[in-house]
């Protein structure tokens, strides 16, 4: 065959959309890790010029030091998102997701929302950890109840408080007068009789 004799040689090749993700799976036996796949078709042609399948391309993808987000918004995209909103957070606090966890349940705390405080006033972490909440649950561990993990209303009127104490209220602009001229008033009045 000459040099102007080359022929051109085709070969199909197969899209991104052609391919398939498979949802994270805990590879028992194989690596004891959790993965994904990413699977693809590989095409050949066949005599007559037409393509056709000839078998499949696979790649794992190891998620041990990929972080996941439980909580309702991470704030991120998150590569691995469909456990958003599985976090176990009681409706006293909000979700608060920790980064650099890796791949496990519970990456997580639970921070108390306004107007409510955490019950262990002494705890140098004010949160309640997700590890704890997930080891709790999914151990239905009889002797902790899942009030355990509930933060304390704040006394009447206090929209941020520390502990359950009654909220000190700043004198406003209109009752501070009125205050003074009832103290003076009464002052006058003893000093009268």
Not at 64 to 87: K, L, M, P, W, Y
Not at 159 to 179: F, L, W
Request: glycine share 10%; proline share 4%.
């Amino acid at each position: 065959m000459s040099h102007g004799d080359e022929q051109a040689i085709t070969q199909p090749v197969a899209s991104l959309e052609d391919g398939h993700w498979t949802y994270p799976y805990y590879d028992c036996g194989g690596g004891n890790i959790w993965m994904v796949t990413y699977s693809a078709p590989i095409f050949g042609v066949n005599g007559s010029g037409k393509a056709i399948f000839r078998g499949v391309a696979t790649i794992d993808i190891e998620l041990t030091n990929v972080d996941i987000s439980q909580c309702d918004d991470g704030g991120e995209n998150h590569a691995v998102d469909i456990f958003r909103g599985t976090h176990k957070c009681p409706s006293s606090t909000k979700c608060v997701p920790l980064k650099n966890q890796g791949f496990q349940l519970g990456a997580y705390e639970c921070s108390c929302h306004q107007g409510y405080y955490f019950p262990n006033i002494s705890a140098t972490r004010k949160a309640f950890s997700g590890k704890d909440i997930e080891a709790h649950f999914s151990s239905l561990d009889v002797t902790m109840d899942s009030s355990t993990f509930e933060c304390l209303k704040c006394a009447d009127g206090c929209n941020m408080c520390t502990d359950g104490k009654a909220c000190v209220k700043s004198n406003s602009m209109i009752t501070r007068p009125i205050v003074y001229l009832m103290v003076v008033a009464m002052a006058t009045l003893s000093i009268i009789a």
